[in-house]
């Protein structure tokens, strides 16, 4: 069974350009979130969706950031203009019930 | 206080030690929790979930102490395999049971 697909699987891109991360749940679950990971901040939710409905952006850190879900099986997010400090890893997870099932993550690098 | 706390290691322990990693955390209202296990540049993954006092999985056992607030992992004979950064995990986030908020890891090296 296809687990969750992100692309790209890196990313390095110079400061003030603006990055899209695309993030494919696994097929039935309805919950899908955004995380982001750095050595200093461990794993941080960023945004979480509901039956592509956004229900918590709180973690967001900027209006630089953005994150949509059109449909069920596809959600991005943005960050225009991009800064060195967003440099991180970040995953996208999906779940149907509590088990939150991780994709292999995007690799950010901003130079 | 964090929502969720745990000593961060490193555990360097030989191969075939017993070790434990504690976690606590603040939302008393929190009704399970899980433990994840990350590899190194892999993302994380499940590993066990506490629903009650504590269940076992082969080597690994995990106990909860709610008056404490308190989680445990024990592994044993451990194995070069769980070297890993373990993740103390608990429901609830900002209010939504959907959200899981991640304790920021206690790193295992087991050595040869």
């Known amino acids: 069974d296809a687990g969750v697909i992100q692309s790209p699987r890196h990313e390095v891109t110079e400061m003030g350009q603006e990055v899209t991360l695309r993030c494919k749940p696994i097929?039935?679950?309805?919950?899908l979130f955004w995380y982001r990971q750095t050595m200093m901040r461990g794993l941080e939710l960023l945004i979480y969706?509901?039956?592509?409905?956004?229900?918590?952006d709180s973690g967001m850190p900027e209006d630089r950031f953005s994150a949509k879900m059109p449909n069920a099986s596809f959600s991005t997010l943005k960050i225009q203009p991009s800064e060195p400090r967003d440099s991180a890893v970040y995953f996208c997870?999906?779940?149907?019930?509590?088990?939150?099932?991780f994709g292999d993550g995007t690799r950010l690098s901003i130079l | 206080r964090k929502e969720v706390e745990q000593d961060p290691g490193p555990f360097n322990v030989p191969e075939g030690a017993t070790v434990a990693f504690n976690c606590t955390y603040s939302?008393?209202?929190?009704?399970?929790f899980f433990w994840y296990r990350q590899d190194c540049r892999k993302e994380p993954k499940l590993l066990m979930s506490?629903?009650?006092s504590g269940n076992e999985d082969g080597r690994f056992t995990a106990q909860l102490n709610r008056a404490s607030q308190y989680i445990s992992l024990l592994i044993r004979d451990s194995k070069l395999s769980d070297s890993a950064t373990y993740l103390c995990?608990?429901?609830?986030?900002?209010?939504?049971?959907?959200?899981?908020?991640f304790g920021s890891g206690t790193q295992l090296t087991v050595l040869p």
């Open positions: 995990v608990v429901p609830g986030g900002s209010g939504s049971a959907r959200q899981l908020t």
């Open positions: 097929s039935g679950h309805n919950s």
């Open positions: 997870a999906s779940s149907l019930g509590r088990d939150q099932h």
């Open positions: 506490v629903y009650s």
């Open positions: 969706f509901n039956n592509n409905v956004p229900i918590d």
């Open positions: 939302n008393s209202a929190s009704q399970s």
